[in-house]
């Protein structure tokens, strides 16, 4: 399961994020699945959001050491490239629909590499731009992981897969709203 190279991680990540609006990220990897790549874009996150929000509070005034964004970051993205995919295979499972649970990490892990670039961008002292920034960015993620799962629900739920969808696309766009508040609002703007 990390039996990958750079070229293999840098073409997941463009096809979960660049091309993610085609679905398709399960076919690209062949029956290949990997948990480097997931796990590499979940850890980086963890560093880059927890530095570039105590950056975007040092640019903003406020002189506070949040080191705790750093544990509650891990648990954080561990748990979203984790936790989702284990409860959506389990789902699946019990719509007698499975689907590889390293295929689901995999969707949900590369698909996290667009809020690298957004966490640093979001430094900037504009909250308009972050919020921007953080609404683009769990707008392209989600996509990829609803265009992924799409074909999975809609033959395992029938009428119900678009709910569930939904709910899918609700539950990241709440992470990321909750991610743009915990690392990237300060107090006062």
Not at 11 to 32: H, L, P
Not at 127 to 140: F, N, S, V, Y
Not at 153 to 158: G, I, N, S, T, V
Not at 161 to 171: P, R, T
Request: positive net charge; aromatic residues 14%.
């Amino acid at each position: 399961y990390f039996d990958v190279d750079t070229e293999d991680i840098v073409q997941r990540t463009v096809q979960a994020t660049v091309k993610g609006y085609s679905g398709g990220f399960e076919d690209f990897i062949s029956n290949k699945p990997d948990l480097y790549g997931p796990f590499w874009i979940a850890t980086t996150l963890i560093v880059v959001s927890s530095a570039s929000g105590s950056f975007a509070q040092y640019l903003s005034g406020v002189r506070k050491n949040d080191v705790d964004k750093v544990s509650a970051s891990a648990i954080f993205f561990y748990g979203y490239v984790s936790l989702l995919p284990a409860a959506i295979w389990g789902l699946l499972i019990w719509h007698n629909k499975p689907m590889r649970l390293l295929n689901l990490v995999g969707i949900y892990g590369y698909a996290m590499a667009v809020f690298i670039p957004t966490s640093i961008l979001c430094a900037a002292p504009s909250p308009i731009l972050r919020w921007c920034l953080i609404m683009l960015a769990a707008g392209i993620s989600g996509l990829s992981i609803v265009m992924n799962l799409k074909q999975h629900f809609m033959e395992a739920l029938k009428g119900k897969g678009a709910v569930y969808l939904a709910g899918i696309a609700g539950i990241h766009l709440l992470c990321a709203v909750g991610l743009g508040f915990y690392f990237f609002h300060v107090s006062g703007l």
